[in-house]
């Protein structure tokens, strides 16, 4: 079970930072990750972080998001910087066992209910 909160309606330029509880969830190797899906368009994979906490980005959120798990390993956290209108969407936090974090929606077993994120020029 994977549960995402953190989003709302926020201002171009602003900062938002949005959160994934995992439970229920035992595997010695994980990977976890955040996906979006804009309006109109395919999910797409943001970033993910493994058990040993490497974290793997898409090349086009390279600077202005940051995947990170905090030190218990309890929580999944995405900050957005420089928010953009285009960042608008629902945002889902994802989860599999092993490793070799790939953002390939289609290797995630388990995902939340979304987020939505609605950025104003």
């Known amino acids: 079970h994977l549960a995402e909160s953190g989003g709302g309606s926020v201002q171009a330029g602003k900062s938002l930072q949005l959160y994934c509880k995992p439970s229920?969830?035992?595997?010695?190797?994980?990977?976890l990750a955040w996906f979006r899906q804009r309006p109109g368009s395919e999910r797409e994979g943001i970033a993910a972080?493994?058990?040993?906490?490497?974290?793997t980005y898409a090349d086009s959120k390279k600077g202005r998001f940051t995947i990170s798990q905090d030190g218990a390993k309890t929580w999944l956290y995405l900050e957005i910087d420089d928010l953009e209108p285009e960042d608008t969407g629902m945002y889902y936090c994802?989860?599999?066992?092993?490793?070799?974090?790939?953002?390939?929606?289609?290797?995630?077993?388990?995902w939340g209910q979304g987020t939505e994120v609605t950025v104003s020029s």
């Open positions: 994802a989860s599999r066992g092993g490793s070799y974090c790939e953002l390939d929606d289609r290797t995630y077993v388990y």
């Open positions: 229920g969830f035992e595997y010695a190797r994980y990977c």
């Open positions: 972080i493994d058990s040993d906490g490497t974290t």
